[in-house]
């Protein structure tokens, strides 16, 4: 399996709305809503923001929101603020040895 | 509230085999639910490589398959990574994590920095 296709930095002014790619194939992203978006701050560890393409986790704030087209998964923070200053990855699972693949991660950061 | 600490040696000499250990506590490691361990490389990209399900059921990162194993210990209500024939590209911090699927994971330990090096 191949690593998702992630940008490598995105970046947006405070109250704007940053949105992420990941792009798989047919064989991860383009045939399951298994994917899940992970927001890491330095020297912490990741954190689930997004699970099965749109699900939120409690205590995630709806600012954050998931949604997926073919085979490209999209991670869009709407209002943006400080503290969503962060790497983000997206993670599909790829169906092929019940694997789980990565995207290389994005960093977002808030100008 | 659970939580999950790993546990191993931080410095692993070429050629041997890197043991860690992942604690957890709160939560009973015999329910229904994915057990993971996932490493990152400095300043790289995460990189899934076992989770072991309830039941004991086993999926391994293909690329790393044939040196891998994951296990479980009721017991201790603790889980293990063992990884074969390390060399310098295994150096890595190594998080443990439990989720309701092998796609999402929502507890993780705090991460273990593993140095292969002589």
């Known amino acids: 399996q191949s690593a998702l296709t992630q940008p490598p930095s995105a970046s947006g002014s405070p109250g704007q709305s940053v949105t992420i790619s990941c792009t798989g194939t047919?064989?991860?992203?383009?045939?399951?809503?298994?994917v899940s978006w992970y927001q890491q701050h330095p020297g912490k560890a990741p954190k689930l923001i997004i699970s099965e393409v749109t699900k939120r986790p409690s205590g995630v704030p709806d600012r954050f929101s998931g949604s997926k087209s073919g085979n490209t998964a999209s991670l869009t923070v709407s209002g943006l603020q400080a503290e969503d200053e962060a790497d983000y990855y997206c993670?599909?699972?790829?169906?092929?040895?019940?694997?789980?693949?990565f995207g290389g991660g994005t960093k977002v950061t808030v100008l | 509230q659970v939580q999950l600490q790993e546990s191993g040696p931080g410095l692993v000499k070429p050629s041997e085999t890197l043991s860690l250990t992942c604690g957890v506590s709160?939560?009973?490691?015999?329910?229904?639910?994915?057990w993971a361990w996932i490493r990152q490389s400095p300043g790289k990209g995460l990189q899934w490589i076992a989770t072991?399900?309830?039941?004991?059921?086993?999926y391994y990162n293909p690329s790393l398959k044939s040196r891998v194993a994951i296990s479980v210990d009721t017991s201790q209500n603790q889980f293990s990574l063992k990884l074969k024939s390390v060399t310098a590209a295994d150096t890595a911090l190594y998080y443990c994590?439990?989720?309701?699927?092998?796609?999402?994971?929502?507890?993780w330990g705090q991460g273990a920095l593993v140095t292969v090096s002589s």
């Open positions: 709160g939560y009973s490691i015999s329910s229904d639910s994915y």
């Open positions: 047919s064989s991860d992203v383009g045939s399951y809503d298994y």
């Open positions: 994590a439990r989720g309701g699927a092998q796609w999402w994971l929502n507890y």
């Open positions: 072991i399900y309830h039941g004991g059921h086993t």
């Open positions: 993670t599909s699972y790829a169906g092929s040895d019940n694997a789980v693949v």
